[in-house]
């Protein structure tokens, strides 16, 4: 139901192939999404310190994601759809093996700066608090510096799962994402807090359970990769590093990698404010609208990243009007499907708050309605805007 064959998306109904490619993509980033939340939740039950210092680790890991795994994923795979809508597919396997190296690199350079920088950036971090230093420093800097072992992983697999989407095979990454998710949801209780001869490692345990999913994932990728449908996307005859090839893939995917840069600097920023702003209670209602926009969000991510496949194929294939159109399809139902998101969540925000975090106070349940509210009538705008970006 969901592998489409290259004739499907440049062929086919364009409704058809937008929405069997972003079927499963939207079940892997909503996968994705309950990492994050579960995360939370056994931490939320270690101390109120981890939960600050992971809190204060994670936009620092999310901009350097932005640098290190952004380019390749997306060049590769839109490199990827456009040489298989070319039916050429021994260009595509070697566009999947310079991804996959460029990955591996930039995981590893980005690895080895946040391992020796973890320390100045939470530093500076708990500045922009309002100087909230002690526990929280020290655990965010222990958090960072264990996530830096896992970062070349992690570039690795979105690499591979770039060139699965890129091929029109959504279903492939979804596997990978499972696997990702499930190793860390199975790790994170007995890793944080100690199981028979397994020491309680606490925020230390969550950033090993993180890592180790990371792997995991890399791994089935790669097995996916080498054994799959395609017959190998990483033969040995295709599957060679090409500097033409590589400086291709940058120039597709840096500009994409600077712009999902730019954000990350601004969710810190706006982090600091929200903190020197409302304190403690603006800080939780920030993190609170945050997460629940990142799950109404899922729609728009996972028809951006169906959308760029069937463009980049259609494209290939020289049907340079069927990639305008999809693209015009895609922005449409992702502003109308975020539109209605966004109507639900202006009408019932106390509801929506209460059931993501009822421990709210008063305060910063107050903060939490109205930043929903506001929130929600840029809805529309911001579905259409990632799927603008795909075409």
């Known amino acids: 139901m969901f592998d489409l064959s290259p004739e ?17 993509l939207l079940v892997q980033n909503l996968v994705q999404v309950v990492q994050q939340v579960v995360d939370l939740f056994w931490l939320g039950r270690l101390s109120s310190a981890a939960v600050a210092a992971v809190g204060l680790a994670l936009p620092v890991v999310a901009l350097l994601f932005a640098f290190t795994i952004t380019a390749p994923y997306v060049g590769t795979q839109v490199l990827v759809s456009q040489r298989i809508g070319g039916d050429d597919v021994t260009a595509a396997r070697r ?9 591996l ?69 979804l ?28 925020v230390q345990g969550a950033a090993l359970a993180t890592i180790a999913g990371y792997a995991a994932g890399f791994a089935l990728a790669l097995a996916l990769a ?6 190998g996307m990483y033969s040995r005859v295709a599957a060679t590093l090409d500097r033409d090839e590589l400086r291709e893939l940058l120039d597709v995917g840096a500009p994409v990698a600077g ?16 903190f020197a702003a409302g304190g ?16 109404a969000f899922i729609p728009a991510l996972g028809l951006q990243q169906a959308t760029q496949s069937v463009v980049g194929q259609n494209l290939g294939a020289e049907r340079s009007e069927r990639a305008r159109r999809a693209t015009y399809l ?28 009822p421990e709210l106070t008063e305060r910063a349940l107050a903060f939490s309605i109205d930043y929903l509210r506001i929130l929600a009538y840029g809805y529309p705008a911001i579905g259409a805007a990632y799927v603008f970006e795909a075409g």
């Open 8 to 24: 499907d998306i440049t062929e086919g109904s364009l409704a058809r192939a937008l929405l069997a490619l972003a079927a499963p």
């Open 330 to 357: 895609g922005v449409t139902i992702a502003a109308v499907g975020l539109g209605v998101i966004g109507v639900i969540q202006w009408l019932v925000p106390t509801v929506i708050a209460t059931a993501f975090a």
């Open 105 to 173: 690199a930039l995981g590893a350079v980005g690895g080895l700066v946040l391992w020796a920088g973890a320390r100045p950036l939470t530093e500076l971090l708990t500045l922009a608090r309002g100087g909230a230093g002690g526990d929280v420093t020290r655990l965010a800097t222990t958090y960072l510096g264990v996530i830096a072992l896992g970062l070349p992983f992690a570039a690795a697999s979105d690499a591979v799962e770039g060139a699965f989407i890129g091929w029109g095979d959504s279903r492939a990454p």
């Open 226 to 231: 080498l054994r799959g449908r395609n017959g």
């Open 175 to 202: 596997y990978v994402s499972i696997a990702t998710v499930g190793t860390n949801l199975a790790l994170d209780p007995v890793l944080i807090f100690g199981v028979g001869p397994v020491p309680a490692l606490e």
């Open 95 to 103: 566009t999947a093996a310079t991804g996959l190296g460029l990955a």
């Open 259 to 274: 712009q999902s840069a730019v954000r990350q600097v601004v969710r810190v920023l706006i982090v600091a404010v929200a």
């Open 280 to 295: 403690a209670a603006g800080l939780a209602a920030y993190t609170v609208g945050a997460r629940i926009a990142s799950i």
